[in-house]
C-alpha cells in the first residue's frame, strides 16, 4: 500500500523560531500535495499545498518544500506562535479522479513561550 | 463562510446499535469523503462519493456503509456498531477541478461504542 509518514511524531520548539516539519512518500506518481494542521477538538484545516512541477510554495508565513529525488516534503513555518501549535498532517494525492489521499500520521508541534 | 457540519460531536453507544453519522456542506462540492482517525494510523478513508447516490469503497469500508441521496448530505451509517469501530469520524469535500483540490474538513464525531 501507500506510505506517507513523516520523521518525528512531535516537535518542540521556541515561539519566535523557525519550525520544519517533514514527510516522507512513496509513490513516485503522486503529483498533488497537502499540508493540514489540527487543532485539539478540531477537523483538519487546510495550510498550503503543492503540485509535483514545483519544488517550493509559499503562504503566509509557511513554506513547503517538494524533493521528488527522495520523495519528500517539508513544512517550514517562520516566526513559531502559540496558535501555531497542533497536528500537522501531509497528504498525498493518487488516483486517476484525484480522490484518493494518503496521510501521514502527522507531527504534534508544541509552541513553548 | 464556506462549512462542513457534522450533526453530532460526541456519541455514545452500544455494541449492535445502528448508528448514523451525517454529515452536509453548503459548498456545492461534488465529492464528499468520510475518514476515520485513530492514534498512530492518522487519517483513514471509509469511503467517498463523487456524485448523488454514487459510492466508492476507500480503503477500510468494512462494517460501514453510504448514503448520498442529495449533493449537500453524505451519511456514514454503521450497521452493527462494534468497539473497535470507536474513533473519530471526518466527513470532508472537495470540488472536482478547479486551482486547488483541498478537502474542506468537518468537526469530527467522536463515537464511543461500548
Known amino acids: 500500500g501507500e506510505s506517507v509518514g513523516l520523521h518525528l511524531p512531535t516537535l518542540s520548539v521556541q515561539e519566535g523560531d523557525n519550525s520544519i516539519i517533514n514527510c516522507a512518500y512513496s509513490?513516485?506518481?503522486?503529483?498533488?500535495f497537502i499540508w493540514y494542521k489540527q487543532e485539539s477538538g478540531k477537523g483538519p484545516q487546510f495550510i498550503i499545498d503543492i503540485r509535483s512541477n514545483m519544488d517550493k510554495r509559499q503562504g503566509q508565513r509557511v513554506t513547503v518544500l517538494l524533493n521528488k529525488t527522495v520523495k519528500h516534503l517539508s513544512l517550514q513555518i517562520a516566526a513559531t506562535q502559540p496558535g501555531d501549535s497542533a497536528v500537522y498532517f501531509c497528504a498525498e494525492n493518487i488516483g486517476p479522479a484525484g480522490n484518493q489521499f494518503y496521510f501521514g500520521t502527522g507531527t504534534s508541534l508544541t509552541v513553548i513561550p | 463562510d464556506v462549512k462542513v457540519t457534522q450533526s453530532s460531536r460526541y456519541l455514545v453507544k452500544r455494541t449492535g446499535e445502528k448508528v448514523f453519522l451525517e454529515c452536509v456542506q453548503d459548498?456545492?462540492?461534488?465529492?464528499m469523503f468520510w475518514y476515520r482517525q485513530d492514534p498512530g494510523l492518522g487519517l483513514r478513508l471509509i469511503y467517498f462519493s463523487y456524485d448523488v447516490k454514487m459510492k466508492e469503497k476507500g480503503d477500510i469500508p468494512e462494517g460501514y456503509s453510504v448514503s448520498r441521496e442529495k449533493k449537500e448530505r453524505f451519511s456514514l451509517i454503521l450497521e452493527s456498531a462494534s468497539t473497535n469501530q470507536t474513533s473519530m469520524y471526518l466527513c470532508?469535500?472537495?470540488?472536482?477541478?478547479?486551482?486547488?483540490?483541498?478537502?474542506?474538513f468537518g468537526e469530527g464525531s467522536r463515537l464511543t461504542v461500548l
Open positions: 459548498m456545492d462540492h461534488e465529492n
Open positions: 509513490n513516485s506518481a503522486s503529483d498533488y
Open positions: 470532508a469535500s472537495r470540488r472536482t477541478g478547479g486551482n486547488t483540490g483541498e478537502l474542506f
